[in-house]
């Protein structure tokens, strides 16, 4: 059975600093990895997808990377704003088109 | 592209009561959209999923009796929690995906906060 995990479970860190934010997943048979950020009580948006045959994926600011064999995956922001405050989530999915897995979700302050 | 719609958006009901959630996706089909379920402070926890024109394929200790699911199109489909408790209080998020792009991204709805009374 797929489990996903994130650490930390919560961040802060002042403005301006780059972070990393860490997702693990256990059965490495995975179709793709997508990282989503979630604002307190509001809907997901989706950030990043990387299929299983990527190794990373850049959007702006931010950047995933994924190692299927060791079953982990990083999601880097760069120079945080008091606007990226929310919470991270990695999802994995088992084949295309597949119910997502997901993490408990990595909950980030950036203070101004 | 690739919007998908929930509705309401926040649903407040009495005890006993049946309430339903619609889920659309506004600008593709989806063959199969997914339900979840999330608690406060918690991540989200799959509760089924729909495949158009078929019966819901429900995840082990969701009562399918209490929360029933019908995919009547390929852009609809809709999550009904029959006799609603205060325990079912939660916040309900559906999950569609795209019906010709083979990247396997999913994409959510806005989510539906159910409080029961």
């Known amino acids: 059975k797929q489990e996903v995990t994130q650490i930390p479970a919560a961040l802060s860190v002042p403005e301006g600093e780059n972070l990393v934010l860490n997702c693990s997943f256990t059965d490495s048979a995975i179709y793709n990895l997508q990282w989503f950020r979630q604002d307190p009580g509001k809907g997901l948006t989706s950030l990043l997808l990387i299929q299983s045959s990527q190794r990373e994926q850049t959007s702006g600011r931010l950047n995933a990377s994924l190692d299927k064999s060791s079953g982990r995956s990083t999601l880097y922001i760069a120079a945080s704003q008091p606007g990226d405050s929310a919470t991270y989530l990695c999802a994995v999915s088992g084949n295309q088109g597949g119910k997502l897995i997901f993490g408990q979700g990595t909950e980030l302050s950036v203070k101004p | 592209g690739a919007v998908v719609s929930q509705h309401p958006s926040r649903v407040i009901c009495k005890s006993g009561t049946s309430v339903k959630i619609e889920c659309r996706s506004l600008d593709f089909q989806a063959t199969t959209m997914f339900w979840y379920r999330q608690f406060p402070k918690q991540s989200l926890m799959l509760m089924a999923t729909?495949?158009?024109?078929?019966?819901?394929?429900?995840e082990q200790g969701v009562e399918k009796d209490k929360f029933l699911i019908n995919h009547a199109s390929l852009t609809l489909s809709t999550l009904t929690v029959t006799s609603a408790h205060p325990e079912d209080s939660s916040f309900y998020i559906c999950s569609a995906s795209h019906g010709t792009r083979n990247t396997g991204e999913l994409f959510f709805g806005e989510g539906s906060r159910l409080t029961v009374l």
């Open positions: 729909s495949n158009e024109g078929s019966k819901a394929t429900y």
